[in-house]
C-alpha cells in the first residue's frame, strides 16, 4: 500500500507578521464569540418575548439576529484568512466572550436592556482591536470593524430609544 505524502501548504505572507496576526487573530476570535452570543441571545429573545410589545420586538428581533448570523461568518472568515482558526465551540466562546448569557425569559422591557448591553459590549470588543490593526496595517480588518461597531452602535441606540419615557 502506497503511503500518502502530506499536503504541503504554501507559507502565508500577507504583508502582515506571523505574530500580528495571531493577536489579531487572537481578539477577533473574541468579536466572534460576542458576536456569537449575542445572535443567540437576541433569537432566543425572538422566540420568547412576549406582552403588549411582541410584535415589534418579535419582527424587531428577527431582523437583528439575522443580520448577526451574516456577521458571524465575515468575522470567522477574516480570522481564517490571517491563517488561524475560527472559534466554533460553545465551550469556546463562553470563555472568550465578554457577554453572560441571560438566565429563564425576562420581560420585554429587560430583554432590551440585556440586548443595549450586549450590542454596547460588542462594539467595546471590535473598538480594542484598532491600536492593534493600525500598527499591522490590517485594512481589511479595521473595514470590518468599522462596518460592525457601526452596527452595533446604531442597534443599541434603536433598542435603547425603547426604553424611553
Known sequence: MKTKKPVKT???DIGISDKNRAEIAR???GLLADSYTLYLMTH?????????????????FMGQYTEQWNAID???ERI??????????YKEFVKLASIKEVDGNPKALDMVRHLVAAQEATARTARKLFPLIERANDQPTADLLTQRIEVHEK???MLRS???E
Open 162 to 164: 425603547l426604553l424611553e
Open 155 to 157: 442597534t443599541a441606540w
Open 44 to 60: 432566543n429573545f425572538h422566540w420568547n418575548v412576549t406582552g403588549p410589545m411582541f410584535n415589534t420586538l418579535h419582527l424587531m
Open 80 to 89: 481564517r484568512a490571517l491563517g488561524h482558526p475560527a472559534p466554533g465551540t
Open 74 to 76: 465575515l468575522i470567522a
Open 27 to 29: 481578539g477577533l476570535s
Open 10 to 12: 504554501a507559507k502565508l
